[in-house]
């Protein structure tokens, strides 16, 4: 990653939020906060306000926009005057915040046999009602040695297409190494 980029952060929800911050908080992403627009995490769901908000400052280097979402079908189009200036890299969480949780309590196994949606699993098998919950996630992931082994069996063990990206494409290398 060019460090002269800047970097936009976007979160869909509390459980991707959580742990967005977890990881920056412990230096585990390919940026840091300082490489950051308005030097936090943005929530924003359209990439009109997005464009609203955020885009309308002057930028000397292209805007790199990561978006943490569940959704492969959400649309972002950015308009034509953003278009060039900006590059859009979609981070698909689905199924992986439940799964972080599943691999976290070696259950993986378990719920193959389920036959049960992750979701589905997480709440009913392993008793976590609030998996989607920044402060569900934020309280179970705070140890980030656990949250990283997560999403590194997660990376292992999943089908993610090569034209997809996960949070595994995130952590910087330190990460991967240490954790």
Do not use: W
């Not at 300082?34 to 359209?46: P, Q, V």
């Amino acid at each position: 990653m060019d460090k002269s980029n800047t970097i936009a952060c976007i979160c869909e929800g509390g459980a991707e939020n959580a742990i967005m911050d977890i990881l920056l908080e412990n230096n585990a992403l390919i940026f840091e906060k300082r490489d950051l627009l308005d030097d936090k995490i943005i929530k924003a769901r359209s990439a009109k306000e997005f464009e609203q908000v955020y885009l309308r400052k002057s930028f000397s280097s292209k805007i790199i926009i990561y978006r943490i979402l569940d959704s492969k079908r959400e649309n972002f189009k950015l308009g034509k005057l953003f278009k060039d200036k900006c590059e859009v890299i979609n981070i698909i969480t689905a199924p992986e915040i439940e799964m972080l949780l599943i691999h976290s309590e070696d259950k993986y196994e378990d719920y193959k046999k389920s036959g049960k949606k992750p979701s589905d699993y997480c709440k009913e098998d392993l008793k976590y009602k609030d998996v989607k919950s920044y402060n569900f996630v934020k309280s179970y992931f705070k140890d980030i040695n656990k949250l990283i082994c997560a999403i590194k069996i997660y990376k292992k063990k999943s089908k993610i297409k090569k034209s997809e990206n996960c949070l595994f494409d995130l952590l910087n290398d330190n990460a991967v190494k240490k954790y």
